[in-house]
């Protein structure tokens, strides 16, 4: 009975974040959403799976790919439409939008549109937290694009040195914007992990509810008591085009096989009795929260400026 409540709640939490990314898709051809948007379809699980055993002050650096994380911890939905709305009602005023998503108080501490750009984030706010003996964790998320960028070579590195309280999870869904792991990598993940003396683990199926909750809590707990780092990667799929709401199919970089191979195994596609259970309450949410955002007031002339 304990597994199933935990995986009706993770389905919940899951399908919230989906219905909410669906609902931008509704909204998008019109002018109310004021950014471009990354949709993370078909990753929602990577986000509860891990969320779900983060405590309100551990922190987690997301990236421009950040809604289900966002949501996922905690931060408010109405606040969240505002913000893509580029209203005062937003979690940052309207000034961040999609891209650059951020609730410190509930310990989303923000996202960037560089790729990679807020790991040494996460290294260096651990390395404060196990200064002052805080027994916090803290969390970077970035997807297998990342793993080519300097910072984050730098920021393993350092955590390894350090013994910095951090968990570097990877969503791997196997691209690059447009470019495959083949034809970008020619180095295996958990080599170059275990080169830095950090302790790697993988789930496989990145759309399985408790396989990720399970996992993500045995290396959550590790970084917690040990105040040490690990590396978790994840592997799940966009089902999305890089940016914007549209498929990509016809680019030619992946076929429509592919991503339907993910979505046979997709519980929120699946699992209609749970779906059929939960969709009218979020839906209700969703509307309350887009309407806040329409609400919501632009930001004035002078505002411009303050709070950056």
């Known amino acids: 009975m304990k597994e199933n409540s935990q995986y009706k709640d993770l389905f919940y939490q899951a399908l919230r974040i989906r219905l909410v990314e669906e609902k931008i898709i509704d909204l998008y051809p019109s002018d109310l959403i004021q950014s471009p948007v990354h949709l993370s379809i078909g990753q929602e699980a990577a986000a509860v799976g891990v969320c779900a055993n983060l405590k309100k002050e551990d922190w987690i650096f997301i990236n421009y790919r950040g809604h289900a994380f966002y949501l996922a911890k905690g931060a408010p939905m109405a606040e969240f439409f505002a913000e893509l709305m580029g209203k005062q009602g937003g979690q940052s005023k309207g000034k961040a939008g999609s891209m650059h998503m951020a609730s410190p108080e509930h ?22 937290s196990k200064i002052r003996k805080e027994n916090k964790v803290f969390v970077t998320n ?42 970008r990598q ?36 590790f970084v917690r008591e040990t105040q040490t780092p690990a590396f978790l990667k994840i592997n799940t799929a966009r089902y999305k085009e890089h940016v914007g709401p549209g498929e990509d199919f016809f680019a030619g970089y992946r076929s429509e096989d592919e991503i339907n191979k993910w979505k046979n195994q997709d519980p929120l596609i699946n699992d209609k009795e749970s779906y059929d259970e939960f969709i009218n309450q979020i839906n209700i949410e969703i509307d309350e929260a887009v309407q806040f955002g329409i609400d919501s007031p632009l930001p004035d002339m002078e505002d411009l400026l303050s709070d950056v």
């Open 186 to 221: 020619s180095f295996s993940i958990d080599k170059l992990v275990s080169s830095y003396d950090i302790p790697y683990y993988e789930i496989q199926d990145g759309h399985d509810f408790m396989s990720v909750q399970d996992k993500s809590k045995e290396v959550i707990d």
């Open 107 to 128: 310990g989303v501490m923000g996202a960037s549109a560089v790729v990679g750009s807020t790991i040494s984030h996460a290294v260096g706010s651990g390395l404060m």
């Open 142 to 183: 970035f997807g297998d694009g990342a793993l080519e960028q300097g910072v984050l070579h730098e920021s393993l590195n350092f955590a390894s040195l350090y013994k910095t309280p951090v968990l570097f999870l990877c969503e791997d869904n196997g691209l690059a914007v447009h470019s495959p792991k083949s034809e």
